[in-house]
Structure formats: structure tokens, C-alpha cells
């Protein structure tokens, strides 16, 4: 995968600089089971309010399961087909909104489950895999296609697969792996003790 690291303030850990979101997948290079399931596993090790793991996860393979492949990517926007098709795997994120323990609306379900995407994402970078979440795709039609119940909610499609070979990366396509990756400067986002108070570093 080409090496994008983020560019810190500080020393961070690598596999969270080195994490990120390209578009050129190799449609030649399929991800094995075997490599998937680890994805799965370091989700379902995120944390989750009251520990109740209200993410849910679809895999969809094209090498074994072409049709569920397809209808996964008949629900991107048509700038995210641009892309993902060399993808080999799509995985489809879902956050239950009700908590298992007691069937209560629960308003952490998103953020539970943006978690565990992110443990997907990070222990994706470890294995040299490229994942790219987008919330560009239609969740309705995700829904039925899917049968998925009304409690639960679409979150991201993600693509999943290995980067093609950068002398393989053409064009504008090639510009835009390469290009910087940007971000608000530390204290836009960051405060300290109240709101909008910049934390100082
Ligand atoms: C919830 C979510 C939705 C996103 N949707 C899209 C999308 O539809 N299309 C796309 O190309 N990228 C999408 N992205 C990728 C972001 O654009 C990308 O993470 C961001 O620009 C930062 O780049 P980096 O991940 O390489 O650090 C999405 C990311 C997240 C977390």
C-alpha cells in the first residue's frame, strides 16, 4: 500500500498515521476469508455502551457471492461505483438503534458502531489491506435488498481489498492517491476545559 502517514503534531502510533482512505483497488487481488475474518474480530473487540454491541456487519465477497456483491454496489452513489468496482470485498455497517438489554432507544448505536468500523479499518491497515468507508450509497435500498429491520440503521458500505501497484495507477486517479492528506489544525476541533477555548499545545 502506498505510505500516506499522516503528517502529526506529535509522535503517534503508526498504524493510526499510517491508516488511510484510498480508491485504487487491485480487481485482480481477492481477499481470502481468512483475511477477513480478522477484520471482523478486531470489530467486535471495540467498546460499546453497556457493552451491548449494537453494530452489525454484512459481508459482501464477489469471488463467492457475486450476486450479493452486486446488489451491494447497485446501492453506491454513482461517484463511489467510479471506484469501488475493483473492490473485491464491500462490507455493509449497521447500528442497531434499540439496546439488546432492554429494547430502549440507544443514542450511542452510531457512535458504537463508527467505533468498531474504525477497529476494522485500523487492523485493516495492519494486514496491508485498504478499506474506504462511504456514507455515499442508498440505505433504503440497502434495507431491502438486505432484509434488514426497521431498528437498525444502514451506516457505511465499506470497500476492502489491496491497493493496486502504483505503477499500475494512472492519470488523475494516480494524482489523487498521491495527493496530501489534510486536517484542521489541532485546535479547531480540540478545547479545553469549555467550548470553543482552543487546547493549547
Ligand atoms: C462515515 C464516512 C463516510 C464517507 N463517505 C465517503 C463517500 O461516500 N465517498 C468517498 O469517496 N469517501 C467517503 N469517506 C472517506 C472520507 O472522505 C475520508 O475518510 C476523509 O477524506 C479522510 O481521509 P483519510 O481517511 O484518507 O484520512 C467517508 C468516510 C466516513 C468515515
Redesign the pocket.
Same mark, same amino acid.
Given at each position: 500500500m502506498i505510505e500516506?502517514k /499522516?503528517t502529526t503534531s506529535v509522535n503517534i502510533n503508526d498504524l493510526i498515521a499510517s491508516? $488511510? &482512505? @484510498? !480508491?485504487a483497488y487491485d480487481p485482480d487481488r481477492p481477499v481470502s476469508k481468512e483475511e477477513i475474518i480478522p477484520l471482523l474480530e478486531a470489530a467486535r473487540w471495540a467498546p460499546s455502551c453497556y457493552g451491548d454491541q449494537p453494530w452489525r456487519f454484512i459481508v459482501f465477497d464477489r469471488r463467492n457471492d457475486k450476486t450479493g456483491w452486486d446488489n451491494a454496489f447497485s446501492c453506491l &452513489?454513482e =461517484?463511489?461505483q467510479v $471506484?469501488a468496482v475493483n473492490a473485491p470485498v464491500l462490507i455493509l455497517s449497521i447500528a442497531d438503534t434499540l439496546f439488546s438489554r432492554n429494547g430502549k432507544s440507544n443514542r450511542w448505536a452510531q457512535y458504537d458502531t @463508527?467505533a468498531a /468500523?474504525v477497529s476494522l479499518c485500523l487492523q485493516a491497515t495492519d494486514q496491508g489491506l485498504m478499506v474506504?468507508? +462511504? @456514507? =455515499?450509497?442508498n440505505a433504503d435500498r440497502a434495507r431491502e435488498l438486505f432484509g434488514i429491520p426497521d431498528q437498525y440503521i444502514p +451506516? /457505511?458500505m465499506m470497500a476492502v481489498g489491496y491497493q493496486l501497484p502504483l505503477d499500475r495507477i494512472k492519470g488523475e486517479t494516480r494524482e489523487r492517491e498521491l495527493s496530501d !492528506?489534510q486536517?484542521h489544525p489541532l485546535a479547531h476541533n480540540f478545547f479545553e476545559g469549555r467550548w470553543g477555548n482552543a487546547y493549547k499545545i
Open positions: 500516506k /499522516a491508516r $488511510w &482512505s @484510498g !480508491r &452513489s =461517484g463511489n $471506484w @463508527g /468500523a474506504h468507508q +462511504m @456514507g =455515499g450509497f +451506516m /457505511a !492528506r486536517r
